[in-house]
């Protein structure tokens, strides 16, 4: 028998629930809000030793916290989903988001605002657990669209709250950033609990503890290395020693998940070809991504007398990087319709071509705003078609009892790809700069070799998604089935 769920449209005959639009625009929003944490505190980070009296490399810590415990979080609130209800886990993560925003709205020194950004950070399980959600309730017509947009939503909120963020810290005292984060989490909050209804697709079963310690200590050894390596030296024994226990913890722990009964991580579900190419684009993919979100903002801000910077206000680089969040929103129903008509296969290796063209052209177009404009917008249609094909990729190759947990890992695997392009970035940018009385800047060079790597990093990613399996036929309730995992479950249903 299949284990995939009975959506309320087919019970009802095939006619689309009253509340599925509901259900959708409350869980967009949620995804939103969440994915705002990304650029809340970008206009205030130069600040942020003043603000807190503390010295800079200890205020770094309040974008890192937030990224580390992302880490973590993400794949844990993914399985914990699957086991104990989606909606419930759902509702800590916005819970938890509120509480970290209030933290950091009463905060006037550095270990507040840390705990509550680490609050914040174990709240981005709230897309993957969004998209599970929306395969067990949603109609089959309405599914594609909708996953397309929970998950370019990721995008969406981290283009919108940057300039969002700007004209608040410019207009207002930096704590309104947080105590207007946590009216919108309320705000979601609230929406969840009166629209969204609890999934009746578990798992049961008890939570890995031990997979989780091990994962979460790989994670962390792993990103605090790729994040703060430029800090410490790539040659320091602090960098490589966090390198070498990564590798070491991540063996150990990948050597129990194959062995305990129910673990964190199903490894030989993960090993599936279909999720495996998915996930290893994924990263190649965020990295691509995350590289327009560093490039662009820096050039528009630059001074004018370096010959290459436009010397534009932080304001006026977040509303330049806005069109391309609404440029994501918009993509999601023809991301759908491509994936309907040809396969989410096909819709990704289209999406990270056109990320590439974006990039290319934004190597001979920088010299205006409408430039930045223009390759914004292209980039983040791309980035739309690419991050809504991944959960029809993810959901189509595994049962629907593990979806929370499998598109947690795949988010998870975004995440290092926007990590490691932020290192890679930072590396180029500060190795090779100009002289701008007395200072030292990143040069035009650099910032062209940047998109040149985020090109690549794009067609690295086209390359990866075409080992993907060819989409055979449809599955019950409208997801395609790559021709791998059909033969799979026609050998299960013989076996029964």
Excluded at 77 to 99: A, F, I, P, Q
Excluded at 105 to 125: D, F, K, T
Excluded at 348 to 365: E, K, P, Q, S, W
Excluded at 415 to 425: E, H, I, K
Aim: charged share 10%; glycine share 12%.
């Amino acid at each position: 028998m299949s284990d995939a769920p009975t959506r309320p449209a087919e019970a009802a005959g095939g006619a689309a629930p009253p509340r599925s639009n509901g259900v959708v625009a409350v869980l967009a929003f949620a995804g939103i809000v969440v994915s705002l944490m990304q650029t809340l505190v970008i206009p205030i980070v130069p600040e942020l030793p003043k603000l807190l009296d503390a010295p800079a490399s200890d205020t770094a810590w309040a974008v890192t916290a937030t990224l580390l415990a992302a880490a973590v979080a993400t794949p844990v609130m993914g399985r914990l989903g699957d086991m104990y209800g989606k909606r419930r886990m759902l509702l800590v993560s916005v819970l938890l988001l509120v509480t970290g925003s209030v933290v950091c709205a009463l905060s006037e020194s550095l270990v507040p605002m840390i705990v509550g950004r680490v609050l914040q950070g174990l709240a981005s399980g709230v897309i993957p657990l969004g998209i599970s959600i929306m395969r067990d309730e949603l109609p089959a017509e309405r599914l594609g669209s909708a996953t397309a947009l929970m998950s370019a939503s990721l995008g969406i909120g981290g283009a919108l709250g940057l300039p969002a963020a700007a004209l608040i810290a410019d207009n207002f005292d930096w704590h309104v950033l947080f105590w207007t984060s946590a009216g919108m989490g309320v705000v979601a909050l609230v929406c969840v609990l009166l629209v969204v209804p609890e999934s009746k697709v578990r798992t049961g079963g008890r939570f890995d503890l031990v997979g989780g310690v091990g994962m979460a200590a790989g994670l962390v050894c792993l990103l605090l290395a790729v994040s703060k390596g430029a800090d410490w030296g790539w040659g320091s024994g602090t960098t490589l020693g966090l390198f070498a226990a990564a590798v070491v913890i991540l063996l150990a722990w990948g050597w129990w998940e194959l062995r305990v009964e129910q673990p964190l991580v199903d490894l030989r579900t993960t090993a599936r070809r279909q999720v495996l190419v998915t996930n290893l684009a994924s990263i190649a993919v965020g990295f691509a991504m995350f590289a327009m979100s560093l490039v662009i903002p820096q050039l528009l801000q630059l001074p004018a007398q370096t010959g290459y910077g436009l010397g534009r206000s932080m304001l006026v680089a977040g509303l330049c990087m806005a069109p391309s969040g609404l440029v994501m929103m918009a993509t999601a129903p023809v991301s759908a319709a491509i994936s309907r008509a040809k396969g989410p296969k096909v819709t990704l290796m289209v999406g990270v071509l056109i990320v590439a063209a974006g990039y290319g052209l934004n190597i001979v177009l920088m010299s205006e705003v409408w430039h930045f404009v223009l390759v914004a917008c292209i980039i983040g249609a791309g980035v739309g078609f690419g991050y809504g094909s991944m959960p029809a990729l993810i959901m189509s190759a595994v049962p629907a009892s593990e979806t929370a947990a499998a598109n947690s890992l795949n988010t998870l695997m975004r995440s290092l790809g926007t990590s490691t392009a932020s290192a890679v970035a930072g590396v180029i940018l500060a190795q090779m700069t100009t002289d701008l009385g007395g200072y030292a800047l990143p040069s035009e060079n650099a910032f062209k070799v940047v998109l040149a790597v985020g090109a690549g990093a794009a067609l690295l990613a086209f390359v990866v998604a075409s080992f993907i399996p060819r989409q055979g036929v449809a599955a019950a309730g409208g997801e395609p089935v790559a021709e791998g995992a059909a033969a799979e479950s026609v050998g299960a249903t013989a076996k029964s």
